[in-house]
């Protein structure tokens, strides 16, 4: 069984930054994308950034391309979203997903989900 646990949520002042974690327990994860989605109240959650564990590959939406950056640290089994120049639009809670292999975007390719972190961007 495999467990996700995010973590780096907060708020944040429009144009600055935020860096989430994803810490992953149990099965590797090493052919598998990893992915962070997010859920604005009223609308549906949608995919944001993923990363291809064993090549270190990443993949962004459009509307964080440029903006949000997905590193992974092997030994700890973590991946680390840094999301600069945040927006208003940004806020929203934030998922971590795994387990699936890429192409990899909607929410029904993951069987395993993280509780889910707060992110806020407000003035």
């Known amino acids: 069984q495999v467990q996700l646990v995010e973590s780096g949520g907060g708020l944040v002042q429009p144009g600055g930054s935020l860096r989430l974690s994803c810490a992953a327990s149990g099965r590797t994860f090493s052919s598998y994308a990893m992915s962070w989605f997010r859920q604005a109240p009223g609308k549906e959650r949608e995919f944001v950034a993923a990363i291809i564990w064993s090549a270190s590959n990443t993949h962004y939406a459009d509307s964080v391309k440029g903006r949000f950056t997905i590193s992974r640290d092997n030994a700890k089994n973590t991946m680390y979203p840094q999301m600069n120049s945040l927006k208003p639009e940004d806020t929203a809670v934030y998922y971590c997903?795994?387990?699936?292999?890429?192409?990899?975007?909607?929410?029904?390719?993951?069987?395993?989900w993280g509780q889910g972190t707060q992110v806020t961007v407000s003035s």
């Open positions: 997903a795994a387990g699936s292999m890429w192409p990899a975007t909607g929410i029904y390719d993951y069987p395993y």
